[in-house]
């Protein structure tokens, strides 16, 4: 009961799957029902498993995949970012990559905001001095979101579920992506921006581009040369996307207001000189890590790797 129909039993349970970063339980049930789950925090024995599914903490490298080849076939990872995966490498050696990109999409849009708002208002800082047991009601003055210029780069989904929502509070949105049609920023809600018209323009900076040779860094010394002095910047994308030196000088020196992270270059980054800055709020990664994402990437890649492994076509293959 509960096996898709026409495939036999013998045969679909001699598949054997890999989980080494947690799965929620939804994807292991529908994972259980057509192969043996093993899960184990190492790549250990990889070479024995036909499929692998990891989130963003296990790194998939071009040596990992070679060494569990021909018998590893698929690698899911259960959510957006890729970039822990050497995509490369594995359309080299013949093994298909599959992600679950929509799972995660309303939950990290959210979070941005919450970010947003929390740098506003200064939530956070407010939040540990009333704990310290003081009341600096006069120094915690903030500002509105509503009539502020949003200026989101990258307007893929992420991008344009904030955008969304930012339109909501009253903001005015811009943004910068260069492989989108023009017709596209509008469908989505956006005026469409060049990258150092928005940098100038923008109130809030939230970064939604995936991390890449071409991205990482974008944001770097010349670039908060650039940003309108008094702006906050907001990153929930990857970390390597700014450069995070330059942007503990623009804290320092003022030229930022402020800016919130979820996403480091290292993770984790440890008390930094940034992490502790007053002016930054820091999330350890959470964007998304709520019930529903989690729910739904589980879910989404249970089904995805199942049907990669079938040789059915596939929804969400990147490599
Ligand atoms: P997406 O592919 O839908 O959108 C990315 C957009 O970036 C695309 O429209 C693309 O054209 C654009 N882009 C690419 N290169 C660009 C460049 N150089 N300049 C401007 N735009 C560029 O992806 P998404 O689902 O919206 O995810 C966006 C980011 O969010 C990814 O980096 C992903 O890893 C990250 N993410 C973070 C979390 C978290 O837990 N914090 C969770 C999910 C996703």
């Known amino acids: 009961m509960g096996r898709p129909s026409g495939l036999p ?23 259980r029902r057509r192969a043996d789950v093993a899960e184990q925090d190492d790549l250990t ?12 903490r296990t790194r998939v490298t071009s040596g990992v995949l070679s060494s569990a080849a021909p018998r590893l076939k698929v690698v899911g990872r259960a959510g957006v970012g890729v970039d822990n995966i050497d995509l490369e490498a594995a359309g080299r050696i013949g093994v298909i990559v599959v ?13 941005t905001l919450a970010l947003m708002l929390s740098l506003a208002r200064r939530i956070p800082d407010a939040d540990r001095s009333l704990r310290r047991g003081e009341w600096r009601k006069a120094e915690l003055e903030g500002v509105e979101l509503s ?81 309108r002095p008094g702006a906050r910047l907001i990153c929930t994308a990857r970390g ?13 020196s003022g030229r930022l207001a402020g800016a919130a992270l979820d996403v480091f ?11 502790s800055h007053p002016n930054l709020v ?16 589980a879910h989404d890649i249970a089904e995805e790797l199942l049907a990669a492994l079938g040789g059915q076509p596939l929804r969400w293959r990147v490599a």
């Open 45 to 56: 024995g990889l070479e024995h498993f036909d499929a692998l599914v990891v989130r963003g």
């Open 147 to 227: 009539g502020r210029t949003l200026g989101i780069i990258g307007v893929g989904r992420i991008g344009s579920a904030l955008a969304a929502r930012a339109r909501a509070l009253g903001m005015h949105c811009i943004g910068f992506d260069p492989h989108l049609a023009p017709g596209e920023f509008r469908r989505r809600g956006v005026d469409p921006s060049g990258f150092a018209e928005l940098l100038g323009l923008s109130d809030f900076i939230s970064l939604h581009v995936p991390l890449t040779p071409e991205t990482q860094g974008m944001i770097g010394p010349r670039e908060f040369e650039m940003i």
């Open 282 to 297: 820091a999330t350890p990664h959470i964007g998304a890590q709520t019930i529903e994402a989690q729910r739904r990437a």
């Open 99 to 111: 992600n679950a990109p929509l799972a995660s999409t309303t939950s990290v849009a959210e979070h």
């Open 9 to 31: 039993t013998r045969w679909a349970l001699s598949w054997r799957i890999l989980i080494t970063d947690g799965l929620e339980e939804d994807g292991l049930t529908i994972l």
């Open 240 to 252: 390597g996307l700014v450069d995070e030196a330059s942007l503990l000088s623009a804290l320092e």
């Open 265 to 275: 270059a290292h993770e984790p980054p440890g008390p930094t000189s940034l992490v």
